[in-house]
Antibody
Framework: QVQLVESGGGVVQPGRSLRLSCAASGFTFSSYGMHWVRQAPGKGLEWMAV????????YSADSVKGRFTISRDNSKNTLYLQMNSLRAEDTAVYYC???????????????WGQGTLVTVSS | EIVLTQSPATLSLSPGERATLSCRASQSVSRYLAWYQQKPGQAPRLLIF???NRATGIPARFSGSGSGTDFTLTISNLEPEDFAVYYC??????????FGPGTKVDIK
């Protein structure tokens, strides 16, 4: 069965960096686009970034462009989110999510990890 | 950015009743809209994509309709496990993906 397991969250000071990981199993990782979606405490969902199945195409939300970078290692079935210059408003649970269809991303998310909490605070 | 508005914010119903949730987009997204269910402490679950297609394993009591700017999620016969928050999401303006603020369906 499909499993997505995020790690790397924690408490970090404003302005510092953090790298999240998402270990995937149960499907052919290299065939699917992957996404990061976050949810601030008690708030709604916010899409962060997408990476194509081969890593060649990446897009991110305007709110994090230039600060957050999505990447993947298909040999390790792992997705990453490098977060730099963190701000208090980046505090959220970060989910990795699998795209619905193989090949070109459809931007629908059919499997999600359990999430990892990032708290930005001094 | 396409803004999604969901109404009502909260819907109080009893098991067995019909739930009708609305999602309105600030500009046309064609039929590129999805619905998700989220329960407390859990990740969201994809229910509907492309406005009316049920995702794998989703019961038939969940149905979606609409196109352009107005969309509806209907839960025909509420089961106890359906009380949750529901989000709509558009991909009509990819890669700028947006979600609605959510509708909470709670027990009356």
């Amino acid at each position: 069965q499909v499993q997505l397991v995020e790690s790397g969250g924690g408490v970090v000071q404003p302005g510092r960096s953090l790298r999240l990981s998402c270990a995937a199993s149960g499907f052919t990782f290299s065939s699917y686009g992957m996404h990061w979606v976050r949810q601030a405490p008690g708030k709604g969902l916010e899409w962060m970034a997408v990476i194509s199945n081969d890593g060649g195409d990446k897009y991110s939300a305007d709110s994090v462009k230039g600060r957050f970078t999505i990447s993947r290692d298909n040999s390790k079935n792992t997705l990453y989110l490098q977060m730099n210059s963190l701000r208090a408003e980046d505090t959220a649970v970060y989910y990795c999510a699998k795209d619905l269809t193989a090949g070109a991303a459809r931007y629908y998310f059919d499997y999600w990890g359990q999430g990892t909490l990032v708290t930005v605070s001094s | 950015e396409i803004v999604l508005t969901q109404s009502p914010a909260t819907l109080s119903l009893s098991p067995g009743e019909r739930a009708t949730l609305s999602c309105r987009a600030s500009q046309s997204v064609s039929r590129y809209l999805a619905w998700y269910q989220q329960k407390p402490g859990q990740a969201p679950r994809l229910l509907i994509f492309d406005a009316s297609n049920r995702a794998t394993g989703i019961p038939a009591r969940f149905s979606g309709s609409g196109s352009g700017t107005d969309f509806t999620l209907t839960i025909s016969n509420l089961e106890p496990e359906d009380f949750a928050v529901y989000y709509c999401q558009q991909r009509g303006n990819w890669p700028q993906i947006t979600f609605g603020p959510g509708t909470k369906v709670d027990i009356k």
